[in-house]
Each structure stands twice: as C-alpha cells, then as structure tokens.
C-alpha cells in the first residue's frame, strides 16, 4: 500500500530562492546554467509483513514507521533471491535497502554478510549504523570492520564470530581470500554481499575489482553458497549494466526513489572574461569564495568542493578570515580532506550533523557517503571531472526537504568550460556512463595467478568468461603453476596477491630517492607510465613545490636519485608520439572520411626537455634525453580523410594540420566526459596511421610535421597527406574506453563541432581547440580550421 | 599457447611489470630488486628448453607407496627413557611420554596463505624405549588429500602435538590445507606443546639465536653430516616433482627426520630443567 504526503512549506526555502533570483538579476551573464527541480513528496510502503518484530522496535526506535518505495522493492527483490543494484539520490535511505534484508538474514538464521566500501572511513560510519539499529533493537549482532587498522588479536574473533564484516576489495584480494580457510565459518554461512559506491569501481580499478569478486565467487563455491549481491551507487548512465559486468550475474536494477526531495536549483557559473585575446577569466576561487561569503551571511549552511588539498587549507583560510577572525566566538568554518587524523574527521562529522558550523571546506573525502546531515548549499569550485561526481557533490545539499542550492564554479581549464557551456548535460538524465575491462588481458592474467593460489584449476575451466587453459598453460610455463593431468596447482614460493594493486594495471612504479647530504630518503612514487616524462636525467622534480634535481634514473631498477636544488626554473618534456595501426576490428563512415575501431601500436619517444623560468615562462635552455622509447599495444579509435577530400577543402596542407591538431583536441575533451575518463587514460594524436609522420604543436600552436626519426620536415614533402585522428587507451593491452566512443563516434564529433562553434573566443582557446599564441591570427583561424576538418566527418 | 605467452609478455614489458614468473612487491627502496632486462627473453628460453624435454617421472627416493602418489617411510631408533616425563608447561602430573606426537612439516615455501601446502610431514613417537620415525611425502600433487588423511589418523584423542613453531606456523598451514582437501581432523582440538618460546624464555641471549638447529647444536650437542639447509626443501620437493632429481628430496627426508628426533630430545632436555628458573 502507497501514501503520498503533502509537502511540507519549509521557512528555509526564502533565502535560497531570494539569493538566486538577487544572483540571476545581477550576474545573469555569468550563470549559463540555471536548472530547477521541483519539491518530491514521499511515497511510502508498509513494512513488509514478514518482517521479524525485533527489527520493526528497531527501526520504530530510530524514528522509521514505514519504508520509502524504493526500499520496500529492495526488500522484496532481495529476499526473492535476485541481484540487486540501487540507485537513487544522496540521502534518499539506500542503507536501509541492504541492512534491512541483513539484518533479517542475521536475525533469522545467523547468516552472515560482507559489505565492501571503496574507503575505511565509509566502512566505520557504515559499522556506527549498524550498530546503533543492533542496540535500538536488541538485535545480539555483531558488525566489524575489517581492514589494514584491525589489529592481528582482533581478526581471529571477526573472522570466526561476524556477522557483518565491513572490509574494503583491497583488503578482500590481499588479506581475506588469499586465507579463505580461516574464514571457513564465515564464508560458508554468507547469505548477501554488499557493494556500495559501484561507480566508484570503474576504468583499471573497477576492472580488478570485477577480478576480485570473481575470485570472491569461486571461493564461494568451493564453500558450496551463491550469496545475493546487493549493490548500490550514484546516479550513473548505465548502473544495471555496470553492475552486471562488476558481479557477472544478472541484476535487477531499482532507479525510482520515493524518498522526498525539496525544491533545488542548480546553477553553472562561469567567471567573467577579462582577458578575450587568451580567453583568460577571473579565477574559479575569487568567484566560489565570494558565493560562499554570501550564502554564509543569508544564513545558509554551506559546503565548498575544491579539487585539492592544497586548495581545500587555501579556501579555508579564506573564509576562516571572513568568520572565524575572533577566537572568542565558535568556529564556523572548517576543513575536512583526506590525511587528517580520523578523530579530527569524526569531530568535524559530528559537528556538521549538530549543525554546529556554517561552512566546511572540503575535497572528494566528503563526497561519498559519510552522514554528515543536512547542508542548504554546494558550492563546486571546479569541475570535478565527471558529471556523476558533480551531481553526488551536488547532492549533499538539501538532504531532506529543504530547498537547496547547488553551483558549479567552473576553471578555465577546458573540461570545466565544455561543461559549463553544456547545461543540458545536467538537465538530461545522466549521460555517463561507467565502464569496465575485467578481460584486459594482464590484469585477467594477475587475477587466474591469485585466483589459482586460492584454490587450483581444472582445465576446461572459466573465470569469469574466459577459459583458463591458455592462461594456466602460461603460469605453468612461468613456474608457478604445476600440472598435474587436468589439474592445475600453484606450486611457487609467493603470495601472489602481494604483487598485484587494484589501482595499476602492472605494478612497475618508479621511487624518487633523496640522496642529498648521504640521505637515503625516499621522497615519491611515480607510476611507469610518468616516468620517462618526468624523471629524466635532468629534470626538476617538485614535491609541495620544493624543487629536486634528478642526477641519475636507473631505469631497470625503477629508481631516480635526486638533490635538492635552488634552481628558479622548471621543466618540462619535449615528447613525441607515433601510431601504427596493426589490426581493424570495425570501421564506418564518418561523414565524408572513415572512422574505425582497432589495435595500434603506440610508441612515444622523449627527446628533450626545456628549462623554463618560474614567473616570466621564458625558455632558458634544452637538455637532451636519453632514454628507450615507450611502447603500447592498446585499442584506439581514429579518423581519416581522403587526400581528395582535404585538397578540395583546404587551400595548404599546414590548413589541414592545423585544423586536425585542433579537432583533436576537442574530440578529446569531449570523449573524456563521454567515457568518464581521467586525461591520463585517454590519450590523443594525430599522425598518419603508418608511423612513417606524425604531428605536433610547435611553441607558436602551429601543427608541425615529423618525420618517423622525429626531425621536423616540411609540411608538404610527403607524396601522399592523409592524417589520422587518433584517441587511444593510455594502456597496455587496452582498458575498454574507445570501443564505446567508437559506437558513440558520430555524437563525438556533433559535440566536438558544437563545442568549437560555440566558444565565445576569437579563433581558438584552450575551452575548444587548445592554447594558441594570442598574437598568431591567422587567417582562416584554427578554430574555423578546426570547424573544417570536423565538419568532414560530421554525418 | 605460445602467442598468448608473447603477447602477454609483451604487454607486461609495456607496462612496467617484470617477467612473469614473480612479479616482487614493491615495499621501499629495499624490495627494489633490480630487473634484469633481459628476464623476459630469459623466460622465454626456458620455456623452449622445457618444451624440448618431456618430463620424466623420477622413482621415488624412500618408502614404500602407501596411496596414489603417497610415500611412506618407517625407521625405528632405540631411545631408552622413563615412560613418563613432567613437563609442566602442560600438566602438573607427569605425562606419558607414548602421548607425545613430535611433528614437522616440509613446505613449498614461506609466503603464507592457502597456497602454500606440505609435501612431507614427519612425526616421531616413543613405545617402550623405541623411538618410531614415520615420514609422509608427496609424488604428486593429487596424493596430498590422501597424505593428510593419514597422518590425521596418526592422532588418537590422547595424542599431544610437540613441535617447534608449530603453533604458528605447521598446525595453521596444516589446517588451511585439511579444510581445503574437504578432510576432518582432529588437529585443534589436541594440546599442543610448541617448544619455540619455552626455549626462547631460557635460552635468549644464552646462544646466538633460537633457532632449532642452533639449540640443537648448543644444549643438545648434535651434530649433523651433510645436513640440506630447510630453506632448500621447497626447490629440493620441486626438482624431483619435475623430474630433474631426486637426489636433495632424499636430503629433506633425513633433515627432516633428524627434526623430529631432535623434538623428543628437546623434550627431555626441556623436562630437566625448572621451567621457573631464569
């Protein structure tokens, strides 16, 4: 049975509505975005009827008479048996769509449950929950949590007496599976698996935790149970089909959320303008701080995003200028970030449920779903690189139903200008969606060697979708696998999880050792892909902006040593990248030219680098570089023209290259957003397909041709001229982020040409094709050179 | 099987990791073993190599076969004693010594978890001034269920484990591997005497450490001939399993063998002392 409550008129909503309509009247240029969602009532269920009477004392206890729709069709699904994934907005109730079946499970039966969370502070407030509904209602269950902090006295009693053990996939791949039979008991009685914040698990990460719970499975198995995934998430394109491929089962997905919602406006704001040659504008931080001074002095309890630390202590002082300046009075504002001391975040947690503070300043940490109650406003200083993580940042204003404010303060970098200038990405539902490669081939590879560790392989058999036997016949051969007929045992001397990080697709990382004055410190930890183009011999190297020399890499031992120096200049790589195309999987029309799909052969060279003064950005000198070429075997997806076809467009062919640099630059902005991709992992680059040339800027942004040693050449020596646009998996072996775009190719480029037609700026700027001399106006410009070349293959 | 091989050891190569065989932990700037770079290629000879020579079953080097793939070898010492010995660590009444069951196990190495397992267990238990020596070891894989089970019926209820970090090391190993076979055991239920810190207790800062050869050598005056270091079983149980020797398998028996006499020894030298005094 369903009700609908009237809404409650809440005396809150004044302000916010004021402030936004005083905001639009007066910095109506600067807002390109306002987005209003009406009030939601509830709709509420009954509680089901089998529902066991402790557990309704429970939750009557902590003030819940009735459930919310979405969790009454967790329940009803979950306890038939079926995989389930949730998503609905921040604070619409979406623990109590596991706890519920949970604890019932528990109550009932002694079952037990395994809750996974991406961090350690989501799974101790997760445990304070429980904990609270086990003493409201008597319950005698026992919650812990499981991670790198439990002491070793401790693990004994959880893994023979929990009933929730609250863990996180690191510690499950390094800790729990690797020693599945001394958690026998547990493993045997597991009813549910938890998953909350999937779309945390997404790109290489995602794809090892895909691995993981592969291995979680066969473990079961072998324990003789087929527990019920219940995952949850943010609002993401495909949750349904992201869970599935997390937990290889079919998924029933719950999107309708019956909780209440109050009125909420968003809005996108973009700095003004005051430099239109380079398209500079004032800064995000001038504008977020003085939105934030203002909706603090209406009254409003307010949260400020930044994008990090550093800029978290910068923001804070700030706005502790503003109001803390008098030590007699109560701290209003406060800071919350990652390497705080966890009391000081529990304090902070605890004051802003009090409603104890009037701003917190805060990074990601406070993004997912630690309960820190109900704020009016969010104030985004920055994109935060994917709309999934804006909307969740959003969210965390006007939990209940108070009206909240939401804004989006965008940089000039270009995502945050694509986006700000694209309001209907936040209008239209949820455009990202989050993807996954649990068959990239190394990490599969890492995985069946854990996976064989923890229990041995029969030939014929799967993981996942994959038939193992060529695997194993590889791990054999390796020396760490026996066979023994069709039995596969591991038989070396390791612990084969130790080597492998959830976060890497190979663990090759490079350390920077300090070895000024005969210390042997390390400093930092570089990931190999970085490596060539940020420790070369030479190289300044900052940390929190102290500078360090590099004096010698030693490359096989994945070593720098480096000094610390007072040099006053910086520097930076001069690097080139060549493709070659070695094997097309699909290919299609793209307007006039083509567009495929395929394996290439990627390989990127560090020549040099230039010594840059701080301040002034002058060029002070060059330093060779010696190092091996970088090779990738990765998945790409590209564009070609016909020669025909650009020699009837374009009058030179540096016309074609310019706009082709440019048209990649932007295909590339959009494809980020599209695939929900960090920069690193996409990558860029135009060349001819053969390797024989490939292009790049040169100082003036001008498209500059080279030959396959690297020497420039000049542009129209070639016989033959078609260049190719590629976008490439930063990956060895690929990570499943160009077969989508593929698919998505033609929209790519509508959006890519929208995004440069668009641009206010006068013939190019870093928000569409990239940063170009302000003085270089040329005529046509790389913009319209760009518009060009995109327009070809446009559909 | 061989272009996933290469392709594999490719990627692997392009993304930083080493070769594929064990990939170490990177854990400071100690772990940081140098890569050789031309691990891979070295990898990939090996295979050749190992591909050229089909692998022969070598004759187990002792014992008769007791289950498929099972081993046993028997030896029996004369060991005059007092039938019952006091060790209060246990029991304030004298214990019959017929009880004690000293056991050791040879593994596949020391990186823990359930992938590591036993391929030989040796146990030695006193009757009437005899002292009987039985070793169980592995000829293949497939024997270890069987292996397990006999030595579990080794323990009648009355039975008293005496090790030398057993209770941290073998009796847990021993247990993951039992659970992992499907075998029901008796192994926690029993007491157990792990000599390692009654000895720590008397002997530290005595001799230059406590391992067991160490006492052994110090308070016990055994020497041993030709001993194979206990680090080079794993490689030793390997080279035979692959056909390549059985000459060092041989060795792990009489150190192995050598271990559990040892524990009996210890036992006694142990019960001679007061447990109270410093």
Known sequence: MSSVDATPTDRAAAPVTRLVARWLDKYGERISGHLQRPAQPARWREFP?????????????????????????????????????????????????????????????????LYLFPTKALAQDQVAELLELNTAGALGLRACTFDGDTPADARQAIRLKGDIVVSNPDMLHQAILPHHTKWAQFFESLRYIVIDEVHSYRGVFGSHVANVVRRLKRVCAFYGVQPVFILCSATIGNPREHAEALVGETVHAITDSGAPCGERHVLLWNPPVINPDLGIRASARSQSMRLARQTIRAGLKTIVFAQSRLMVEVLTKYLKD??????????????????????????????????????VVSTSALELGVDIGALDVAILNGFPGSIAASWQRLGRAGRRQRPALGVLVASSAPLDQYVVRHPEFFAAATPEQARIAPDQLLILLDHIRCAAFELPFTSGDRFGEAPVDEFLGVLAEAGVLHQEGTRWDWIADSYPAGAVNLRAVADGNFVVVDRSEGRQTIIAEVDYASAALTLYEGAIYLVQSRPWQVEHLDWAGRKAFVTTTHA???????????????????????GQGLCHHGEVHVVRRVSGYKKIRYYSH????????????????????WWQLEQDVLEAAFERRQDALDGFLGAAYALHTVARVRAMADGHDLQKAVGSGDAAWFASRDAQGRGQWRNA?????????????????????????????SEPLFHGAAGLVRAALDLVESC?????????????????????SQAELAVAVLSLLAA | MSALHDRLARLRAQAGAGALATPAPLLGATALAPRPPDALRALLHAREQRRAAPRPVLAAPAGVEVAAGVYLVERTFAYAANPRLMLPWLAQAPIERSRLVCFDTETTGLAGGVGTRAFMIGSARWCADRLTVRQLYLTTMAGEAAMLRLFNAWLDPAAILVSYNGKSYDAPLLKGRLRLNHVDHRLAELPHL???HPVRRRYRGVFENCRLATIERQALRIVRDDDLPGAQAPAAWLAFLRGESSRNLARVLDHNRQDVVTLMRLSDHMAAIDPAAP
């Open chain 1, 49 to 113: 009827p089998d529902l066991a009477p402790a557990l309704g004392t429970a939750l009557a206890a902590r003030g819940i008479e009735r459930l919310y729709s979405h969790q009454r069709e967790a329940w009803d699904h979950v306890t038939a048996g079926e995989h389930v994934v949730v998503v609905t907005p921040t604070a619409s109730g979406k623990t109590l769509c596991y706890n519920l079946p949970v604890l019932a499970a528990v109550h009932a039966q002694r079952a037990k449950a």
């Open chain 1, 322 to 359: 503003v109001f803390d300046h008098d030590p007699r009075e109560r701290e209003r504002i406060r800071a919350y970030r990652g390497g705080y001391l966890p009391n000081e975040r529990r304090q902070t947690e605890r004051a802003l449920r009090a409603g104890a503070l009037d701003g």
């Open chain 1, 568 to 590: 006053d200049y910086y520097t930076d790589a001069i690097d080139y990248t060549k493709l070659k195309v070695l094997a097309r999987f699909d290919g299609s029309r793209s």
């Open chain 1, 618 to 637: 002058e060029n002070i000198g060059y330093g060779p570089v010696n190092l091996p070429d970088q090779e990738l075997h990765t998945t790409a997806l």
């Open chain 1, 709 to 737: 040693q690297g020497e420039a050449v000049a542009v129209g020596s070639a016989a033959s001229f078609s260049p190719t646009l590629f976008l490439y998996d930063n990956f060895a072996g690929g990570i499943g982020l």
């Open chain 1, 760 to 780: 206010d700026c006068n013939g190019g700027c870093p928000a569409c094709i990239g940063p170009i001399l302000a003085s270089d106006t040329p005529q046509p």
């Open chain 2, 194 to 196: 792990d000599w390692l």
